[in-house]
């Protein structure tokens, strides 16, 4: 599969550090509408880059557009490589609308292309460890879902110094504009659409905490810095998820069944343990022993596996592992695990979510996707 990336910016780099892992996949060149940018990126990976998107567009050899802009150019960028007739990866979330969104979708659909996007964390150990264990009804009937993606003050870190391994400054202006549930809820919806299908309602309140970020650089837009929401799923299992920069950092998963809890409590890292805790009866009480056990963690087998884990031991997360199976699935006719459809479908509730300043609640979700399979090693 031949690629190429539109977006050199701060998470570029994630995805070039990873890229290697997949020999199948040929990196034709990068572009940037900062040129300069553009090539600092190109020299520091020694990769071709192009002078404009047209140019890249243009080029026979690139079948598939990785769309690493910033979240406000998601939907002009991917449109324009759909109508090129490429297929695209794009960051999350798709679009900022859910309407651009459903263009996209729509758009790939007759034109015969794939469009799919991040976050691909549900594909990694972790979450297939998670989902392999709920499948063998490890922990019961599941009743309810406590999800966290909180991240702190992050107003109060040092995130000017923030500036990754090419020299590119983390870009807190937009970050902050865009925020936090549009930028991290993605992780944890992602898994749970998977894990217990589409889901029905979305019931959610979201708000602007500390409106200035005490950036030097006036934030234009007063994006949500804190969120809850209750989502019912048609299965009949509901989830409570909560997102911030405000409260302390937790990205921890727990899932309360009939029989006892399944949990990470890191789901941001793909090979975090899981853990099973079990309750006993005390007299008239039932009572939750302290400790967990170890679930034991799956993960692909062979040398490449083991590469992998090394290479991710300082990065902790593998970017590409959506990409490389959009590739995979290009290349063996298949469904792709990230359909378009369930991309859309955690677009809509995320955005459900962050516009619920606006829009209240609660919100009935009105698309679907068909169930998506679990990696191959990830089988009972």
């Known amino acids: 599969m031949r690629i190429a990336i539109v977006g050199c910016g701060y998470v570029a780099e994630f995805y070039l550090k990873t890229l290697p892992l997949y020999p199948q996949i040929q990196l034709m060149g990068v572009m940037d509408r900062d040129d300069q940018r553009a090539a600092r990126f190109s020299a520091y990976f020694s990769v071709p880059r192009y002078r404009s998107l047209d140019e890249l567009l243009v080029d026979p050899r690139v079948e598939l557009v990785v769309n690493l802009t910033n979240p406000r150019s998601h939907f002009a960028v991917s449109k324009a490589c759909l109508e090129a007739g490429k297929h695209v990866y794009s960051e999350k979330p798709l679009a900022t609308s859910f309407s651009e969104a459903k263009q996209l979708v729509d758009l790939a659909d007759q034109k015969g292309l794939l469009i799919s996007s991040a976050p691909s964390r549900v594909l990694a150990e972790t979450a297939q460890t998670l989902w392999k264990a709920l499948r063998e009804n490890v922990v019961g009937t599941v009743y309810l879902i406590y999800a966290e993606m909180d991240d702190g003050l992050v107003h109060r870190m040092p995130y000017k110094k923030w500036i990754n ?12 504009e865009t925020g936090c549930t549009l930028e991290h809820a993605g ?30 650089i006036a934030i234009e837009a007063a994006a949500p810095d804190f969120s809850v929401a209750c989502i019912k799923f048609a299965s009949g299992t509901v989830a409570r998820l909560t997102c911030s920069i405000v409260a302390p950092p937790d990205h921890s998963i727990r899932i309360f069944g009939s029989e006892g809890i399944l949990y990470a409590d890191d789901i941001w890292r793909p090979r975090c343990p899981v853990y099973v805790k079990r309750a006993i009866r005390i007299r008239r009480r039932s009572v939750m022993l302290p400790w967990g056990k170890k679930y034991p963690l799956v993960g692909p087998p062979g040398p ?21 199976d959009m590739a995979e699935a290009l290349e063996q006719n298949r469904p792709c695990r990230l359909s378009s459809k369930y991309c859309l479908h955690h677009d809509e509730i995320v955005l459900a979510i962050h516009n619920a300043l606006e829009t209240g609640s609660p919100y009935k979700v009105t698309t679907s996707f068909d169930p998506i399979d ?7």
Request: aromatic share 12%; proline share 9%.
């Open 165 to 176: 391994d090419v020299g590119t400054p983390w870009p807190y202006k937009d970050e902050f």
């Open 187 to 216: 992780y944890v919806v992602t898994l749970l659409t998977a894990f217990f299908g589409p889901a029905e309602t979305v019931t959610a309140f979201s708000s602007v905490r500390i409106r200035d970020k005490g950036s030097d």
């Open 304 to 324: 490449l596996a083991r590469a992998r884990i090394r290479r991710l031991e300082n990065k902790k997360v593998d970017f590409c592992l959506g990409i490389a």
């Open 374 to 380: 679990p990696m191959p090693w990830a089988k009972p």
